[in-house]
């Protein structure tokens, strides 16, 4: 298993870097404690990963993981959705045993 990006998610980031002007930064996805659920997804852009990261490439769009979080994100989905209600990246987590409403935290079924 691995960390997998939509189509949808791609083109967002790249457009996010374009407009930003970041040329090769790196994707970082990551968890930490809290939220409603117990665990909260990060999602930032670094200059490089740390020496021990996961790396993962899709197409322009180079995302990186540290060794820690993988344990949670293993098997994950990053997608991006935008309609009426909602705009932003939405994870897709079969380890997870719950997730919040808002889809921002989640606690693992581990």
């Not at 769009?61 to 209600?85: A, H, M, Q, R």
Request: net charge negative; glycine share 10%; hydrophobic share 35%.
């Amino acid at each position: 298993m691995a960390v997998e990006l939509t189509q949808a998610a791609i083109d967002r980031i790249g457009w996010i870097k374009d407009k930003e002007n970041w040329g090769e930064r790196w994707l970082r996805l990551a968890v930490r404690g809290g939220g409603c659920s117990g665990f909260s997804y990060v999602v930032d852009f670094v200059d490089e990963p740390e020496d021990k990261d996961k790396h993962f490439k899709f197409g322009d769009v180079d995302v990186c993981v540290d060794l820690k979080s993988y344990l949670f994100l293993n098997g994950i989905t990053l997608d991006f959705e935008s309609d009426l209600i909602h705009t932003g990246f939405k994870f897709i987590n079969p380890s997870a045993e719950t997730t919040c409403s808002c889809g921002e935290s989640f606690s693992p079924s581990m």
